[in-house]
């Protein structure tokens, strides 16, 4: 193995440096990042042989350019794009060997918002707190804690593979800029009328233009509070839905704040957060309730998903 990179000629919209997250400091006020689709970086690493915690280019709407600075092995995996490499038509979640001074193209988006783009040996940019996830916000991490510019070199461990081409299946990405997304009540689903969650079941919320990897803002009927005044902030997670008090709900996605004082409604299950990941500003949620035994059920079955393609690590 040597050390090349990842030439960038065209950042695309935003291309960040994503990891499983830099999880074990939000006591500190330090917030997690990662992926917004962890099962499709998660695959897209097991696709070119790496650990699942390596590091991937996270690709959103409208992909980069860049020339391969390496011989070794990549994988996109999550949104459909067309891409090329030299010309050539490059499979979506599938693996492919390329060659130093090959130009890989992102095209025209066809379903789902964001790809990660996995390097046989991971991309190694400086970890800080042990990770190399970029937390736009805080500036922390990946390639200067910012979306990748026009002349960044993104460095990576070249290693080639000797073996022919992975392709596994995929996660389903949602049609029609539509997504429904199973969720469960609480923590403070008390905070509203008794029947509050029950009737948005089936609501089409809009995601809204002013969302971002922090939260997605919801547009559509207003979620009225039966109790006044905000709770004493506390941890939140990813999927934690927020109600503010004009009743907007936030669905909190990867880039999210360690702690907040908003009531929190419902939390979508773990299974569904990389179809949310898969969504984007204009698009549509739709929830539906779960138990938390259907909810613990449906993360098994993802998981699962996944380990029919853990034999494809290298053991090297």
């Avoid at 960040?16 to 689709?37: K, S």
């Avoid at 898969?278 to 309730?289: K, M, N, R, T």
């Amino acid at each position: 193995m040597s050390l090349g990179s990842l030439d960038i000629i065209r950042p695309g919209l935003l291309t960040t440096v994503q990891d499983v997250g830099r999880y074990g400091h939000q006591a500190l006020g330090v917030p997690v990042a990662g992926p917004m689709d962890a099962f499709s970086h998660r695959l897209a690493n097991q696709l070119v042989g790496n650990e699942v915690d390596a590091a991937t280019l996270e690709v959103t709407l409208i992909g980069p350019e860049m020339i391969i600075g390496a011989e070794t092995t990549l994988a996109i995996a999550g949104a459909h794009f067309e891409a090329t490499c030299d010309g050539q038509p490059v499979p979506m979640a599938a693996s492919f060997p390329v060659r130093p001074g090959q130009r890989l193209k992102f095209g025209r988006i066809v379903q789902g918002a964001r790809a990660y783009v996995g390097v046989a040996g991971g991309i190694q940019t400086a970890a800080v707190l042990g990770s190399r996830a970029t937390h736009l916000v805080s500036r922390m991490g990946g390639v200067d804690g910012r979306a990748l510019i026009t002349g960044d070199r993104v460095p990576v461990l070249a290693r080639p593979s000797a073996r022919p081409s992975r392709k596994a299946a995929g996660l389903t990405l949602p049609t029609g800029g539509r997504a429904q997304l199973r969720v469960v009540p609480g923590p403070q689903d008390e905070w509203f009328r008794a029947d509050a969650l029950k009737a948005v079941v089936g609501v089409s919320f809009r995601i809204s233009p002013r969302s971002n990897r922090m939260g997605y803002r919801l547009e559509g009927p207003a979620l009225a509070r039966v109790r006044a005044g905000e709770l004493i902030s506390e941890p939140v997670g990813m999927g934690a839905i927020q109600v503010p008090g004009a009743g907007e709900p936030i669905l909190l996605m990867a880039d999210r704040q360690t702690a907040g004082g908003y009531p929190k409604i419902g939390h979508v299950i773990s299974a569904d957060l990389p179809l949310a990941g898969q969504l984007a500003p204009g698009d549509f949620i739709e929830f539906i309730l779960c138990s938390r035994q259907e909810a613990v059920t449906a993360l098994i079955a993802r998981e699962r998903q996944l380990l029919r393609y853990a034999d494809l690590k290298d053991a090297s």
